[in-house]
């Protein structure tokens, strides 16, 4: 199976570090540390096309550094600044990079970015209110007054396409690219299994039941924390009741067409980027 965008980290996650301050410390003073470069939280790139590094000198007045991981046995950190804002939306140029970094890169880029907005979206204790203090290398909050201990959350969205037929259910949202279709999609909601949220939203949206839901792989997506879940299910009938809240079309594509669109053919639809998991999603429904 192709590689879904924004997985194949190399960095190793060194969780040892994180239950450690004396190595942790270490790993603050090691001479070889580096700085993930960002402006803005955009990545910059080096004058070889690959995302860019610095040293730690480089690191804010006042930042806080949380440990990425370990490249090799070079600690890699990202800088938290106390004036920083999470970013509004998805900038294109980011987009445009992505398809520039070496494999793993975008993956290094998406858990800075992710904990990055966490930190910055959960500077209060959601227990008493109280400014909480980064522990645990960057990787947790704690509440100085009640000591309620706070970590990263990662968001679940069920990805999906509902297959009838050798066809495959397709969707448009409004204010979409001209012609872009991609997957269904939604968030999971507490007390539902995958299964179920896929039912759920293929009902919801198309007016489709389906069974036989089947995962297909799953991406983190870092605007700003979910995790893609991609599967596929079986629907019982082909009838479409559309929800125009949340769709503006939805179509049956047959897997040939599919495949040629994906293989860059002109067709019925626009495909989603690359970088998406639904792309991957319909690469793996297309092959059969
Ligand atoms: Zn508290």
């Given at each position: ?5 924004f ?14 301050p ?11 540390a ?30 806080d ?51 990055l ?63 872009r279709?991609?997957a ?9 299994s995958i ?11 198309a ?9 297909i ?14 599967c ?19 179509i ?10 994906l ?26």
């Open positions: 199976m192709m590689t879904p965008g997985t194949g980290a190399t960095l190793d996650r060194a969780d040892r570090l994180r239950h450690d004396d190595a942790f410390a270490t790993a603050l003073g090691d001479w070889r580096r700085l993930l470069k960002l402006e803005n939280f955009e990545p910059e790139l080096d004058s070889a096309g690959r995302m860019a590094w610095t040293t730690l000198a480089d690191a804010p007045e006042g930042s550094l949380l440990l990425l991981g370990l490249d090799g046995d070079k600690p890699c950190f990202a800088a938290l600044t106390p004036d920083m804002l999470p970013p509004a939306g998805r900038p294109m140029r980011m987009f445009a990079l992505l398809d520039q970094f070496a494999p793993g890169e975008a993956a290094t880029y998406a858990a800075a970015r992710s904990l907005d966490w930190h910055m979206r959960h500077r209060f204790c959601a227990k008493c209110g109280t400014a909480t203090l980064i522990f645990r290398a960057g990787w947790a909050r704690t509440c100085p007054n009640c000591g309620a201990e706070h970590f990263p959350r990662v968001d679940p969205v069920v990805i999906m396409i509902a297959e009838h037929d050798g066809r495959a259910l397709l969707g448009r949202q409004h204010g979409w690219p001209q012609g279709y991609s269904l999609a939604g968030f999971l909601e507490p007390g539902e299964e179920e949220a896929v039912a759920r939203e293929i009902m919801e949206e007016g489709v039941r389906v069974s036989d839901v089947r995962y792989a799953s991406q983190p997506w870092p605007f700003p924390s979910s995790l893609m879940i991609a596929v299910a079986v629907a019982e009938a082909d009838a479409i009741t559309l929800d125009a809240n949340e769709l503006e079309d939805a049956w594509v047959p897997r040939e067409i599919v495949r040629a669109v293989a860059g053919e002109q067709g019925p639809f626009l495909p989603p980027p690359p970088y998406a998991i639904a792309f991957t999603l319909l690469t793996e429904w297309a092959k059969g």
